[in-house]
């Protein structure tokens, strides 16, 4: 059965970094862009991050720019204005594609091992499933995501076990890692 530790991405200078270099703890994966109406959620990762790190947890961070060009700068740009105006110090990959023919393998296994359903029946929920509905038709049957701050919960295993669309509660996020990581 294939898990995350089966996927390679790059950091942000370009290398190739196995997810297998993070076997044994729960990971928090993460879909990310720097002007978007979801990146106030960066500090609610950092704060999630600095709490549960030294439990075994990471979080993954992948900058995308396709959801409305929310994610323009360069790899450098990204993280600098992310460690500046948010203080984060978690782990920040380089800037990929999530939908469409180029999307980064590991995201299509993720969105394939926990699909979309929706993005929930409150007014953000509501105007978020009208909004992308039309966004990402150009992607085809490869919208594997529908926005920025998708969170897929992987397991100590590697195995995708929760995803969490960017309108969920970041307090409903962090006591699923929390529960995960007591197991």
């Avoid at 729960?26 to 549960?52: D, R, S």
């Avoid at 075994?56 to 790899?75: R, T």
């Amino acid at each position: 059965m294939k898990t995350v530790y089966d996927f390679s991405v790059k950091d942000m200078q370009g290398n190739n970094v196995s997810l297998a270099d993070y076997s044994g703890k729960v990971l928090l994966i993460v879909n990310t862009a720097t002007g978007c109406g979801f990146t106030p959620q960066y500090e609610q990762l950092e704060e999630i991050y600095k709490e549960m790190k030294d439990k075994g947890f990471e979080i993954l961070d992948f900058p995308c720019n396709q959801f409305a060009g929310q994610a323009p700068g360069s790899d450098e740009e990204i993280h600098d204005f992310c460690t500046i105006k948010f203080g984060t110090d978690f782990p920040q990959f380089s800037k990929i594609d999530v939908n469409g023919d180029q999307a980064d393998p590991l995201f299509a296994f993720l969105s394939n091992e926990k699909p979309f359903k929706t993005f929930g029946k409150g007014p953000k929920g509501l105007m978020m499933n009208k909004f992308t509905k039309a966004h990402n038709k150009k992607f085809g049957d490869k919208a594997y995501i529908q926005w920025n701050f998708t969170k897929f919960l992987v397991d100590r295993e590697g195995n995708v076990v929760e995803r969490f669309e960017p309108t969920v509660d970041m307090e409903e996020v962090k006591n699923a890692v929390a529960e995960l990581l007591s197991k």
